[in-house]
């Protein structure tokens, strides 16, 4: 069997942020709106800072209005909370996010759980979450959303396939299980105490890994033809030099899957992307217009 197709998540995402500022050029056009999003950053962990800036940045190549608040790793839960009812109150705020992960001081579900429901553009909030499980319109969280968009670019009709995700996390396991299930397949969600984890695997047309182990899934998991989409990004440490790796065993798994996101350059772009995406949704609901067309 040749080797798997790969899915190019920096190409495909290129083209949703491409999309997007579209979009919102004839949002401006037509309503005279600008979506606007505000990132709160409590601390100063240095992979939330590049990631924070990225989105930042993505944000205005979009054509959006993008505010940052950094606060000191020492702020208090109260003053976190105070920002956030601050951005619900204004107007010009169309997306909230809170970067994770905060402090311990500061309760990070009750501050997730505070952001106004219609401008959760992470998707987190419990109402955000109820109304995905229950198949009513609602924001869904971004990586998993990009995983969904991929397949669906790359797989097409989704209906009846057998889909596998390895990973219960509330993140991106769970609201991934449920993205498919709304898709109608036939889904499994597994973890660390499900037995039998490579012959579930095999069974499986779909595989979304989730679990943050590095290069767990072999190639003698995969069933010949399926596709794989790895969400895992991990620092490992190989011939002395540090790399970057999935939850996928990479080299393994090309050569029976029949399409597969790589570590890097895969699931991760897709993120922002869908980021800016769930800012327009968000806009576009919050003044009661329709989000204007892709194309």
Known sequence: ?????????KEFAATLRATVGRQVTRLKEAHGITPGLSV?????????????????????????????????????????????EELNADPAVHGILVQLPLPDQVNETVIINAIDPNKDV??????????????????VPCTPLGCLLMLRHYVGD???????????????GKPMASLLIKESCTVTVAHSKTQDLPGECRRADIVIAA????????????KPGAT????????????????????????????????????PGGVGPMTIACLLRNTLHATCHQHGVEVPAED
């Open 40 to 84: 709160v950053l409590v601390g100063e962990d240095p992979a939330s800072q590049v990631y924070v800036r990225n989105k930042g940045k993505s944000t205005v190549e979009a054509g959006m209005n993008s505010r940052q608040f950094d606060m000191p790793a020492t702020a208090s839960h109260a003053e976190v909370l105070a920002k956030v």
């Open 1 to 9: 069997m040749s080797d798997a197709t790969i899915i190019d998540g």
């Open 122 to 139: 992470d998707g987190f909030h419990v109402i955000s979450t109820g109304r995905l499980w229950t198949g009513q319109d609602s924001m």
């Open 228 to 263: 794989v989409i790895d969400v895992g990004i991990n620092r490992i440490e190989r011939d002395g030099k540090n790399k970057l790796v999935g939850d996928v065993a990479f080299d393994e798994v090309k050569e029976v899957a029949g399409a597969i996101t790589p570590v």
């Open 211 to 222: 679990v943050g182990r590095p290069e767990m899934v072999r190639g003698d998991w995969i």
């Open 158 to 172: 989704l209906a009846g396939k057998s889909a596998i995700v390895l990973g219960r996390s509330n993140i991106v």
